[in-house]
């Protein structure tokens, strides 16, 4: 392996040139003279690797997490030293909490100057050394760089995390060369060939004989549950269980399918709530939901899990039986083991409450509010999806809205910042997933909160890109509700305070006409029936499209079972004179009785 000796090669055009024979197609990222030299071999190496310049570092660190989530491949990213560099950490711990393999590759002054307080001189090896701790390292010697590279990738696919390489400026105009066969030199390779990862027969039969005892079997799925739906399927089918997804899985299964009880915890649908309180066994794939108080109580269900990653087994319940494997082999090999469960009870009650809640839905969206009920929107996005769309949602009340109320059917990908939970991802993830599927349909869904953080600004990157995808269609829908929404509704009703204005309250923009300066349709939906002309018109356009929503701040996204400690906290932020209270007992009354008084079909 490795490169004929070149004496003209430097270290950048080595780099370039390894990291397109690992298969990397692709950079986003942003220059500086920290990094030129790479830059100048990534020109030299045109047709390669397709350099993508994002307006913020950050945008490229959340655009690399996004394309390996979208595509299971290594997502690259590349700023300068000192401030772009720190610029990408917030994206680099938004892939790492979320277990994608990306590597960062940052430049850093020479050699000669480091340790001098010199300009732009940051330790970067310390700045790294928690969001890359896996693999972070400086190159210091031209030879160094061949196996910096090689293990950069490799360690990020086999721990699916953030790895980074930095490189000084110097380095990068060397002459590159291959280590020398001698004593005190590492002589590294390029393959990676995934692990079929497997539990024993042994452990299989404990979790099975789990499983066919229950008499009312849960299932929680999550993005490791990807590739194993015909699996989950089929034992859900087996043990009569419904099924219910953490955000990150939310487009694992089709909520067609008449037992996924939808998304679960604060964003999450009462049927998954009620599956959880009220089953005798659990059985977890690909996941670690964080929200223990969705989950049984301990103690009330056995419990299976199963995930590819031991250090995620028995992390949030203390499951009974822990099954280290790729999710889909273990559930194939599983399956012979699992006896179909006769009395279909459970399931029947299930099915009936997943109908239930579908019409508590609607009945929702189909509120009035002012000027429109985002749930509306949602709704009517829902059968106008087009098929294998990518969606891409925002933090924020979006998220809420994105989880509970969007129908995914099969084919369809989905992703957000999970773990990270970080504002501004949606619209850089639905660029990085353009990029890799020009002939799909991404559709971001961004609260004007992270549209003014960053999302804006990435308009500016997809209005200078757009021509070049096969389909330029890609949809950017902006909550435009003025207000921090999320948060002002978790300081109601998590902790009982009022809205404060002055941290909550939101400039007002018109997103249509921000648009359509750069270019790009921008269409402004100010009542509830231009939502659906506008949908058409935007998914029938010629160009990226965005949606500016006037949606209605006082719309609750009400957790699916509201305590009584949230009921009172929610009453005390009205009894100490929250601005908009009248607004909001109006709103939250209409989606209370909606839940509470079920419509019976
Ligand atoms: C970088 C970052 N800063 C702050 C937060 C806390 N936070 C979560 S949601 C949210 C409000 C988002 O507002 P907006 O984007 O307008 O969406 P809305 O909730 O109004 O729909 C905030 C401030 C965060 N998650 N990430
Ligand atoms: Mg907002």
Redesign the pocket.
């Given at each position: 392996m490795g490169n004929p000796i070149n004496m003209s090669q430097t270290v950048s055009d080595f780099v370039v040139e390894r990291l397109a024979s690992w298969g990397i197609k692709r950079i986003f990222g942003y220059p500086g003279d920290g990094i030129n030299g790479v830059m100048g071999a990534l020109n030299r190496a045109k047709g390669k690797i397709d350099f993508i310049q994002t307006r913020h570092e950050e945008m490229a660190a959340f655009m690399a997490c996004a394309h390996a989530k979208f595509t299971g491949e290594v997502g690259v990213c590349m700023a300068t030293s000192g401030p772009g560099a720190i610029h990408l950490l917030?994206g680099l711990y938004d892939a790492k909490m979320d277990h994608q393999p990306v590597v960062a590759i940052v430049g850093q002054q020479a050699r000669m100057s480091m340790g001098g307080d010199y300009q732009q001189e940051v330790d970067l090896l310390s700045l790294f050394k928690d969001v890359a701790h896996e693999y972070v390292h400086m190159c210091t010697e031209p030879s160094q760089a061949r196996h910096l590279i090689d293990r950069a990738i490799r360690i990020a696919r086999t721990n699916r995390t953030v790895t980074c390489v930095i490189l000084p400026n110097d380095i990068q105009e060397l002459d590159f060369s291959e280590p020398p066969h001698m004593h005190g030199t590492v002589h590294t390779g390029m393959s990676y060939t995934k692990p079929e990862i497997m539990p024993s027969l042994a452990d299989l039969q404990l979790a099975a004989d789990i499983l066919n005892t229950g008499k009312k079997v849960a299932m929680l799925i999550g993005a490791g549950a990807a590739g194993a739906e015909d699996e989950i399927i089929e034992v859900a089918e087996m043990l009569g269980a419904g099924v219910a997804k953490a955000l990150l899985g939310k487009a694992v299964l089709a909520d067609d399918l008449p037992f996924v009880t939808g998304s679960i915890g604060l964003l999450g649908t009462k049927p998954s709530y009620d599956l959880m309180m009220d089953c005798d066994t659990l059985l977890m794939v690909g996941t670690s939901f964080p929200y223990s108080e969705f989950l049984p109580k301990e103690g009330a269900a056995k419990a299976v899990q199963i995930d590819i990653d031991g250090r995620m087994l028995g992390l949030r319940y203390p499951t009974d039986v822990n099954l280290q494997g790729d999710s889909r082999r273990t559930l194939k090999a599983l399956i012979p083991l699992l006896v179909r469960k006769e009395d279909r009870t459970w399931r029947e009650k299930i099915e009936s409450e997943i109908t239930r809640w579908w019409k508590v839905l609607e009945a929702r969206a189909m509120k009035s509010a002012n000027p429109i009920n985002?749930q509306r929107f949602f709704w009517e996005l829902s059968p106008l999806l087009p098929d294998n769309c990518i969606l891409t949602s925002?933090?924020?009340?979006?998220?809420?809205w994105f989880a509970r109320d969007l129908r995914v059917r099969k084919g369809m990908k989905a992703s957000l910042?999970g773990n990270?939970?970080?504002?501004?991802p949606g619209v850089p993830y639905a660029i990085a997933a353009k990029f890799a599927f020009p002939d799909r349909i991404p559709i971001a869904m961004?609260?004007?909160?992270?549209?003014?953080?960053m999302g804006m600004n990435e308009l500016i990157t997809i209005s200078k890109y757009y021509r070049r995808w096969s389909d330029p269609r890609m949809l950017i829908i902006v909550?435009n509700?003025?207000?921090?929404?999320?948060?002002?509704?978790?300081q109601r009703v998590m902790s009982g305070d009022p809205k404060y204005e002055a941290s909550q309250d939101?400039p007002g923009l018109n997103y249509a006409a921000y648009a359509q300066l750069l270019g790009l349709e921008g269409i402004r939906i100010e009542k509830e029936d231009e939502i659906g002309p506008a949908l058409q018109t935007a998914l029938n356009a010629r160009r990226p499209v965005v949606l500016d929503l006037l949606?209605d701040?006082n719309v609750p996204?009400l957790p699916p079972h509201i305590t009584l400690k949230q009921a009172k906290d929610f009453s005390s932020s009205i009894l100490k004179g929250d601005v908009n209270a009248w607004d909001m007992i109006k709103q939250t009354y209409k989606e209370v009785v909606e839940n509470f008084l079920p419509h019976h079909s």
């Amino acid at each position: 392996m490795g490169n004929p000796i070149n004496m003209s090669q430097t270290v950048s055009d080595f780099v370039v040139e390894r990291l397109a024979s690992w298969g990397i197609k692709r950079i986003f990222g942003y220059p500086g003279d920290g990094i030129n030299g790479v830059m100048g071999a990534l020109n030299r190496a045109k047709g390669k690797i397709d350099f993508i310049q994002t307006r913020h570092e950050e945008m490229a660190a959340f655009m690399a997490c996004a394309h390996a989530k979208f595509t299971g491949e290594v997502g690259v990213c590349m700023a300068t030293s000192g401030p772009g560099a720190i610029h990408l950490l917030n994206g680099l711990y938004d892939a790492k909490m979320d277990h994608q393999p990306v590597v960062a590759i940052v430049g850093q002054q020479a050699r000669m100057s480091m340790g001098g307080d010199y300009q732009q001189e940051v330790d970067l090896l310390s700045l790294f050394k928690d969001v890359a701790h896996e693999y972070v390292h400086m190159c210091t010697e031209p030879s160094q760089a061949r196996h910096l590279i090689d293990r950069a990738i490799r360690i990020a696919r086999t721990n699916r995390t953030v790895t980074c390489v930095i490189l000084p400026n110097d380095i990068q105009e060397l002459d590159f060369s291959e280590p020398p066969h001698m004593h005190g030199t590492v002589h590294t390779g390029m393959s990676y060939t995934k692990p079929e990862i497997m539990p024993s027969l042994a452990d299989l039969q404990l979790a099975a004989d789990i499983l066919n005892t229950g008499k009312k079997v849960a299932m929680l799925i999550g993005a490791g549950a990807a590739g194993a739906e015909d699996e989950i399927i089929e034992v859900a089918e087996m043990l009569g269980a419904g099924v219910a997804k953490a955000l990150l899985g939310k487009a694992v299964l089709a909520d067609d399918l008449p037992f996924v009880t939808g998304s679960i915890g604060l964003l999450g649908t009462k049927p998954s709530y009620d599956l959880m309180m009220d089953c005798d066994t659990l059985l977890m794939v690909g996941t670690s939901f964080p929200y223990s108080e969705f989950l049984p109580k301990e103690g009330a269900a056995k419990a299976v899990q199963i995930d590819i990653d031991g250090r995620m087994l028995g992390l949030r319940y203390p499951t009974d039986v822990n099954l280290q494997g790729d999710s889909r082999r273990t559930l194939k090999a599983l399956i012979p083991l699992l006896v179909r469960k006769e009395d279909r009870t459970w399931r029947e009650k299930i099915e009936s409450e997943i109908t239930r809640w579908w019409k508590v839905l609607e009945a929702r969206a189909m509120k009035s509010a002012n000027p429109i009920n985002p749930q509306r929107f949602f709704w009517e996005l829902s059968p106008l999806l087009p098929d294998n769309c990518i969606l891409t949602s925002d933090s924020g009340s979006t998220a809420n809205w994105f989880a509970r109320d969007l129908r995914v059917r099969k084919g369809m990908k989905a992703s957000l910042s999970g773990n990270l939970a970080t504002m501004t991802p949606g619209v850089p993830y639905a660029i990085a997933a353009k990029f890799a599927f020009p002939d799909r349909i991404p559709i971001a869904m961004v609260g004007d909160g992270a549209m003014q953080m960053m999302g804006m600004n990435e308009l500016i990157t997809i209005s200078k890109y757009y021509r070049r995808w096969s389909d330029p269609r890609m949809l950017i829908i902006v909550l435009n509700n003025q207000d921090l929404n999320q948060v002002t509704w978790e300081q109601r009703v998590m902790s009982g305070d009022p809205k404060y204005e002055a941290s909550q309250d939101l400039p007002g923009l018109n997103y249509a006409a921000y648009a359509q300066l750069l270019g790009l349709e921008g269409i402004r939906i100010e009542k509830e029936d231009e939502i659906g002309p506008a949908l058409q018109t935007a998914l029938n356009a010629r160009r990226p499209v965005v949606l500016d929503l006037l949606s209605d701040p006082n719309v609750p996204p009400l957790p699916p079972h509201i305590t009584l400690k949230q009921a009172k906290d929610f009453s005390s932020s009205i009894l100490k004179g929250d601005v908009n209270a009248w607004d909001m007992i109006k709103q939250t009354y209409k989606e209370v009785v909606e839940n509470f008084l079920p419509h019976h079909s």
